[in-house]
């Protein structure tokens, strides 16, 4: 059964966070500021010096009488070592895993929670595309392997987040869905406000029942004047996304991918999804491969509107993952946003339809082959639905 659709809510503020050194700092220094509530959403967690950092910093503050829950993906925290868990069990830290992997679910062990989200106090959120990795932050290093963002902000959408989590606390405690409060929520989506200051909403998928991240990137693209800047580390993007990028791009809009370069962590991902270039580059979509690391932030501004979170926005993603974006609309915090895109243009490298047809025969055989093999693994996924 689909969830609530959010509204938007105003009267927030919002401050975008970029890369480890900076976002995880915040992060820390809110938790231990905390005096009643923490409470933790991750996919990725691996033990190391940045997963040291973040459970003192939960131990002290569950010490100090702070209601402490973390909710991580089973799949996502398998390198968190039992030693680290145990501390957190002996502080009194709630830790709860979604979908444990287990040989008799099948294909159902494919669903997983790619939420990252922390809230303090039901004041204070953090929403992105991080994960409690030395890639992403490593104490005492001023650089991080894997670039990424964060988005800290208060305000009343810091409720509608709290609901959100809190949704989803008790729905994989109790193995049913967990319904809110009677009357909350919308019936369908809201339209973007033409135009605000300090306006937030809350976008989510919820594996397959609901895709109110995708429904509200395509409609804002498809509504796009200007410019539409996307920024995701795996491009595997749905039709609709892709259709509607080409045709905004036709009609002279300012289209521009950033995508991760060479080095990934998931070469195969990156070569699959070279199999679009051609189509969009004839579209007039200008494409830019990073190439300082690692790109791994989820990103998205067209006009004035940004929405920035966990959703890769592919077709992976919607079927299988819990995710989590926000949806703002303010204009100093655009400008941020837009001045975080033109640092990222100027470090990557802008891919032509010259230069890519030119490409070499190795590379050609490996993005057909891996192209063909995420053709055919969509097409299995299709049937399966």
Known sequence: MPGPVF???????FELLVDGPEFFPVML????????????????????????????????????????????????ALAFATALRQRLHVAGVELRLY?????????????????????????????????????????????????????????????????????????????????PPQGFGLSRLPRIPAQGQGLGRVAYADARQHRDILRALVRAVSGGQQRIWLATPYFLPTWSVRRSLRRAAQRGVDVRLLLTGP????????????????????????????Q??????????????????????????????????????????????????????ALSEEVDLDHWKARPLWRRVQQRLWGWLDRLVVILLDRRN
Not at 101 to 112: E, Q, S, V
Not at 126 to 133: H, L, M, N, S, Y
Not at 295 to 309: E, P
């Open 99 to 179: 979908n444990p992997l287990h040989w008799r679910r099948g294909l159902r062990n494919l669903y997983r929670d790619h939420r990252k989200l922390l809230l303090v106090d039901e004041q204070w959120a953090a929403v992105g595309g991080t994960g409690v990795t030395d890639e992403f932050w490593t104490p005492g290093h001023a650089t991080s392997e894997w670039h990424e963002v964060m988005v800290r902000m208060q305000g009343p959408v810091v409720l509608d987040w709290q609901l959100l989590f809190d949704r989803q606390w008790h729905a994989n405690h109790r193995r049913t869905a967990w319904r």
């Open 263 to 290: 080095r990934t962590d998931h070469p195969s991902v990156r070569y699959a999804g070279h199999r679009y270039y051609p189509r969009l580059l004839r579209a007039g979509v200008r494409i830019f491969e990073y």
């Open 7 to 13: 509204p938007w809510r105003d009267g927030n503020q």
């Open 29 to 76: 220094a809110a938790i231990e500021r905390a005096e009643r509530q923490v409470d933790l959403e991750l996919y990725l967690v691996e033990a190391g010096a940045c997963a040291q950092a973040v459970v003192e910093a939960l131990e002290y503050a569950a010490s100090r009488g702070v209601r402490v829950r973390c909710l991580f993906d089973a799949y996502g």
């Open 292 to 345: 300082p690391c690692f790109l791994h932030l989820k990103m998205a501004v067209v006009d004035d509107w940004v929405s920035i979170g966990s959703c890769n926005f592919d077709h992976w993603n919607l079927r299988f993952n819990l995710e989590a974006n926000l949806e703002a609309l303010d204009r100093p915090f655009t400008e941020t946003v837009v001045a975080s895109f033109q640092r990222d243009f």
